[in-house]
């Protein structure tokens, strides 16, 4: 069995299922080869995997072959022992602890009261809740509850039914689900009408040009883009807007692992570095890791109903999310990447008994 990127378009419990039986597909008759760019269902569902490397568009080269743990750690460590081959400059460095919770420290830079937005054959509720300046809030939740609908409401595309969104004077930033190439112009263009005079600062290169990769394609017209393209044009544009929130809906699809990474720690650099706040709605759960102080989560009945709480400490939000899905999560010694415990295994049995659907820290 070939399968090409199983995880596209998929949510984070179609993702689960999906991993368990392909893994379940691999017996003493069959073998399973899967590309994936989703590290924690790379990681479920392999025993093996090489890794590929090079540069796009230029060439590639595949590995030895390597335990799944010892393949995905030498990734994120960026150099290949047994090949003496270093291919990034730097490790990418996951929490070793959650971020601690220092709302109190914090003023809120938006609050909203109950929200409801009825659709007629669906509905969504939100929790009262609000969000300091340098947070990063990660939203969870499967396919078809609402999380789209939030984002809209804070962004002041859709009304709520009942209920508001306090300030009104903020600025907002918004990256949608789905996005078009039908922006006239080229993608220096594009981006130099959103950065305004900060277009030509060192600090714009350093943080938004080159950690997106989007140098290459400064000189495309936006038409012409491919999906992962378009993308890291949508997400620069987002974050080159001066304004106090950027929400982003889905940054990560269409994007190999190693942009899902880098543009995770875009976000989460220049957030912080402006003081501003993000609302960032991601089905990769490495990557929420990654990127999230807080963490929102939504449940309900798909298409029909949706429920949001409000903004949690990522260790509480991923704890309730993670126990909705009757998953665990554990830490890698080395990495500190987030792992996905094998259904039944010891660990996932004692974690489960605890209560700890999250890693313990």
Not at 75 to 96: A, C, K, L
Not at 104 to 131: M, P, Q
Not at 335 to 356: I, W, Y
Request: net charge negative; hydrophobic share 35%.
């Amino acid at each position: 069995y070939l399968f090409d990127e199983p995880s596209s378009f998929l949510d984070v419990y179609q993702r689960t299922r999906a991993a368990r039986i392909i893994r379940e597909l691999a017996d003493d008759d069959r073998m399973v080869i899967a590309a994936e760019h989703d590290l924690a269902v790379l990681d479920y569902m392999s025993d093996e995997i090489f890794l590929l490397y090079g540069e796009p568009d230029v060439y590639g080269i595949v590995s030895n072959i390597h335990s799944v743990r010892e393949g995905i750690n030498i990734y994120i460590n960026g150099y290949i022992p047994d090949e003496n081959v270093r291919f990034r400059q730097s490790p990418i460095i996951f929490h070793e602890k959650p971020p601690q919770d220092k709302q109190a420290t914090y003023y809120n830079i938006l609050e909203w009261s109950k929200l409801v937005k009825d659709f007629g054959g669906f509905k969504l509720e939100v929790e009262a809740g609000g969000i300091g300046v340098g947070e990063v809030v990660g939203i969870l939740g499967m396919n078809g509850i609402g999380k789209t609908t939030f984002v809209r409401m804070l962004a002041g595309v859709e009304e709520p039914t009942e209920g508001q969104v306090s300030n009104p004077a903020i600025k907002v930033s918004y990256k949608p689900q789905y996005i078009t190439a039908s922006i006239e112009g080229t993608t220096e263009q594009v981006l130099r009408k959103a950065a305004g005079a900060k277009y030509i600062e060192n600090w714009y290169k350093a943080e938004v040009i080159e950690p997106l990769h989007v140098k290459r394609m400064l000189e495309k017209d936006v038409s012409i883009l491919s999906g992962g393209e378009l993308q890291r044009v949508a997400i620069a544009e987002c974050l080159s807007r001066d304004v106090d929130i950027y929400l982003l809906d889905e940054p990560s699809a269409y994007l190999d692992v190693e942009e899902r990474l880098a543009v995770a720690k875009a976000i989460r650099r220049i957030t912080k570095m402006r003081g501003v706040t993000a609302f960032v709605v991601e089905h990769d759960i490495v990557t929420q890791d990654f990127i999230a102080d807080k963490i929102m989560v939504f449940d309900g009945d798909s298409g029909k109903y949706g429920h949001a709480g409000n903004p949690q400490s990522l260790e509480d939000g991923m704890n309730t999310f993670l126990k909705q899905m009757d998953v665990t999560f554990r830490r890698d010694g080395d990495t500190k990447r987030p792992r996905v415990n094998k259904r039944d295994s010891k660990l996932d049995r004692e974690q489960k008994s605890s209560g700890r659907y999250y890693y313990s820290a």
